[in-house]
Nanobody, 115 residues
Framework: QVQLVESGGGLVQAGGSLRLSCVASGSIFGIYVMGWYRQAPGKQRESVAG???????YYADSVKGRFTISTDNAKNTVYLQMNSLKPEDTAVYYC?????????WGKGTLVTVSS
């Protein structure tokens, strides 16, 4: 079992920044990927960024150069630094953990970007 708790969402003006945090607890070991997904109203959930246990990162084209994913292994925390936010970034952001035979989700944190 893995539990994920997100925080850091809120209301920000276009061009602003937010940093999301996801604290993971439970059976975290071995090879895994932790990622951030988002779901805007009326749209499907989409991948935003991810980081593997080996430190490799990936980003959706829509956020490259603006968002940065990182981890603090001592704190079992994954971060998503979001800069130059746009109204189209408005969504509920979810933390995800994928290990061998495991796939867990947090409850999400709402990010609203006003124009």
């Amino acid at each position: 079992q893995v539990q994920l708790v997100e925080s850091g969402g809120g209301l920000v003006q276009a061009g602003g920044s937010l940093r999301l945090s996801c604290v993971a607890s439970g059976s975290i070991f071995g090879i895994y990927v932790m990622g951030w997904y988002r779901q805007a109203p009326g749209k499907q959930r989409e991948s935003v960024a991810g980081i593997s246990s080996g430190g490799r990162t990936y980003y959706a084209d829509s956020v490259k150069g603006r968002f940065t994913i990182s981890t603090d292994n001592a704190k079992n925390t994954v971060y998503l630094q979001m800069n130059s936010l746009k109204p189209e970034d408005t969504a509920v952001y979810y933390c995800n953990y994928q290990g061998v035979g495991m796939d867990y989700w947090g409850k999400g944190t709402l990010v609203t970007v006003s124009s």
